[in-house]
């Protein structure tokens, strides 16, 4: 019998909020990977006493998924709750466009998640790489998506079925740090001539001509993340919750992160 997985879904934000979220939320919840995976999500929005009060309520959780969550969401306590957990090797934690947006100025929850959103240029067509040391020209579909039929021979589980190039619609996230120094692998990256960013002047960390936009962390931290991490920096839109591209793309994260 394949076991069940339960995925706790954090959509709690202070201040702005995806509209997006209820999308993703239900895609999420009804695509055909969610029961032939076995996999359950419960979603906690507001009452985050109810699960991260302590370590027993969140223990039977495989995973927690931050969907687009903003803000300084958790009290203290709650925060040494969610640093417990990340230090169960057994666990993942996964995070999906604004998660880094959450606890900016939270060392431990940055170390988590490997860096802290800084700010992001206007919403428009960009073109992310995945790492596999190949390019080849990109060809655009109607919905944005680009797609030139060639297999991945070096990429992440989490990018293996996307094109080495794909053109789409998102915000191009800038972070304070670069999440490389952190112990993290990035996997697929945003070409900076590819979009305009009118706000440069505000980046805290430059990081080259690639801005990193999907990566994750293996569970071998030398400190107190022994978990998987998994993160996409993609995902504003409520339009690319019905992307297959992208949902492959999110679940081959989230099937990486529960080692399925």
Request: proline share 5%; hydrophobic share 35%; with cysteine.
């Amino acid at each position: 019998m394949v076991p069940t997985h339960h995925i706790l879904v954090i959509t709690t934000t202070l201040g702005y909020r995806h509209t997006s979220i209820p999308t993703a939320l239900h895609a999420l919840q009804s695509h055909p990977q969610s029961s032939t995976s076995s996999i359950t999500f419960t979603n906690t929005e507001s009452d985050l006493s109810t699960y991260f009060d302590s370590p027993s309520t969140l223990s039977p959780f495989s995973a927690l998924l931050f969907l687009s969550s903003i803000g300084d969401i958790f009290t203290p306590a709650q925060l040494s709750n969610l640093s417990a957990f990340a230090a169960d090797p057994a666990k993942a934690i996964i995070g999906i466009h604004a998660a880094t947006a959450t606890h900016t100025q939270n060392a431990e929850f940055e170390r988590i998640f490997g860096a802290s959103f800084d700010y992001h240029p206007d919403f428009q067509r960009g073109e992310v790489f995945k790492l596999t040391g190949k390019t080849t020209p990109a060809l655009e579909t109607e919905t944005g998506a680009s797609a030139d039929g060639e297999e991945s021979e070096n990429g992440h589980v989490s990018v293996r079925n996307l094109p080495p190039r794909v053109t789409l619609e998102d915000e191009q996230y800038n972070f304070f740090s670069d999440p490389r120094e952190s112990g993290v692998t990035v996997v697929a990256e945003w070409d900076r001539d590819s979009y305009v960013d009118d706000q440069a002047e505000k980046r805290k960390k430059e990081m080259g001509e690639l801005q990193p936009a999907v990566w994750c962390r293996e569970g071998n931290d030398s400190g107190n993340v022994k978990c998987r991490v998994w993160y996409t920096s993609l995902g504003h839109s409520e339009e690319i919750w019905g992307e297959e591209w992208f949902m492959k793309h999110v679940w081959d994260g989230i099937h990486w992160a529960l080692r399925i």
